[in-house]
């Protein structure tokens, strides 16, 4: 395979640029309806110059549904909503063979009948209410963007993102998403209570006659172009180097495993980890104006890339250790290591 050029001539100086202002057209949009969550959009507009997936966790009542579907409008993306529920079905999301009869012969035949899987932004609302079987539905639609129902391959349209939520105080009637399933999220986000300044302004908004229209100020093509883009940003090889030893390093079963780390962590993150922090910090740096990551990219996006692929030990959740205070101790540990560029 042929790496794509690095980001060097006027030309691609300019496409960096262009998806700067694209993106700060799509915050002002979004603005002009979501208040604040200003971390949580950021994180949403990497994960897609990413062309990655985001979970969402926060309880009810924090516009996330809102969120999504402002985004996908500010992107011209055509945007699906799936309730997820304890008895929904595989076919109620990728599609369902139904009889039709030709009313020309009579004759009888099977259409496959797309399911709401077929667009390009898709919102799995509440995703850990519905079982396994039917979660599983989306995992070759997340990886491969396509859709396999009767032995026949369907493929989705680009760009294809899968935004889901999940309640994380609610247990009782839910299933906890499988580690093979989360592990297709780039970022799980968590998002916050607003601050009493931004509730004021969204109580003053839901109850008066305010009204706020969305417009669409990016296509899907330049979408695709500017994940093209975000590929072609270089990655210096001592930022690389941080980020494998820092993913290796909460790996229980490496041999180089720190005892805290053997004693705090059940599970630590795959290859899959390495391969999205380092997209996700080449779309932040072009985000801040750069065409070159730093290791504050890596950091920075360190906890919504790995705080949902470390499983924690019986005795870390019994002393009441989170996996975001072993993600903020690795990353500490990692700033005391031997000098390092930055």
Known sequence: MVNPPPIESEDD??????LVTACQKIREQVG??????????????????ARGH????????????????TLAESMNLKFR??????????????????????????????????GPVFTQMLLADEI?????????????AMQ?????????????????????????IEQEGTYPLPEAQRDRFLFLVVVDYPTRDEEAEIVDRTTSSFTSAVEAVVSGEEIMQFQRTVRRVPLP???KDWVLDTIRAVRPRDENAKPWVKEMIEWGPGPRASQQLVLAAKARALLQGR???????????????????????????????TVDDLITRLIKEQRAAPAQVL
Not at 32 to 49: F, S, Y
Not at 62 to 68: G, H, Q
Not at 132 to 140: F, R, S, V
């Open 144 to 168: 491969e963007h396509e859709v396999t129902a009767a032995g026949k391959t369907y493929r989705l349209d680009e760009p294809f993102f899968v935004l889901a939520t999940q309640n994380p």
């Open 237 to 239: 090889p001592h930022v």
């Open 291 to 321: 065409t070159h990551v730093t290791i504050d990219d890596v950091e920075t996006l360190a906890h919504p890339v790995l705080r949902h692929r470390i499983v924690p030990t019986f005795a870390a959740d019994a002393d009441g250790v």
């Open 13 to 18: 100086m300019a496409a960096a640029q262009q």
């Open 54 to 69: 985001c979970l969402l966790e926060g309880v009810p009542g924090l516009a996330k549904t809102l969120m999504v579907k």
């Open 128 to 140: 850990n209410r519905t079982p396994p079987k039917t979660q599983a539905a989306l995992l070759e």
């Open 81 to 114: 909503r799936i309730q997820f529920t304890p008895d929904l079905m595989p076919g109620d999301i990728t599609g369902t063979e139904i009889i039709q009869e030709d009313p020309q012969t009579g004759h009888r035949q099977f259409k496959f009948e797309r």
């Open 32 to 49: 002009r309806v979501v208040v604040g969550q200003d971390e949580v959009i950021e994180q949403l507009l990497i994960a897609i110059l």
